[in-house]
């Protein structure tokens, strides 16, 4: 698969340049309440990730298998010269991962960065005021929810999902714990 067939170059440069400014630029004080989402799909649901908790976004790259890996662990992935561990959020959203189907990683933690694989980038949104609305039920690994172009998405908190990980444990939204 090419980068070509995961979306228009314009398109794709858009979305970069997009989510890039955010990072770039200084916060003005009258702009402290902005939170920049990025409206996704894992599994086939809609979600949301908040951007501040990312360090970067690249699309599709190839994956090397690890033999005896387990879910939600793909593989390994070369970026800026160093091997990345990725991970599929299905099961952090309580869902199977779709086979082969994601086409975007989402680079997280502190010194060790992950990759979180996802299928579908639908927009980068910034949205004013305190957008996210925390659950009535608290679930694992999610934040709240933010309602993105009239959809309400549930909103993961990547900085949760990071720390699971780096514990060698996945919790899916159904509460239950798998030890890798």
């Not at 699309?59 to 599929?88: C, Q, S």
């Amino acid at each position: 698969m090419t980068d070509e067939s995961i979306a228009p170059p314009s398109a794709l440069g858009a979305l970069r340049g997009a989510f890039d400014s955010a990072f770039a630029s200084p916060h003005p004080e009258r702009e402290r309440d902005v939170l920049g989402v990025l409206a996704v799909r894992i599994a086939g649901r809609p979600m949301a990730m908040r951007a501040h908790e990312l360090r970067g976004l690249v699309a599709r790259r190839k994956v090397m298998p690890l033999p005896g890996a387990e879910l939600p662990l793909l593989g390994i992935v070369g970026l800026r010269g160093r091997a990345v561990p990725v991970f599929t959020l299905a099961p952090f959203v309580g869902s199977q991962p779709i086979a082969e189907e994601w086409k975007w990683l989402a680079l997280a933690g502190g010194d060790a960065t992950v990759a979180l694989a996802f299928e579908e980038l639908d927009a980068y949104v910034r949205l004013s005021g305190p957008e996210i609305t925390p659950l009535e039920r608290p679930e694992p690994h999610i934040a709240g929810v933010v309602r993105v172009a009239g959809e309400v998405r549930p909103t993961l908190d990547i900085l949760s999902i990071v720390a699971s990980l780096s514990r060698g444990q996945s919790t899916s939204r159904t509460g239950e714990r798998t030890s890798r």
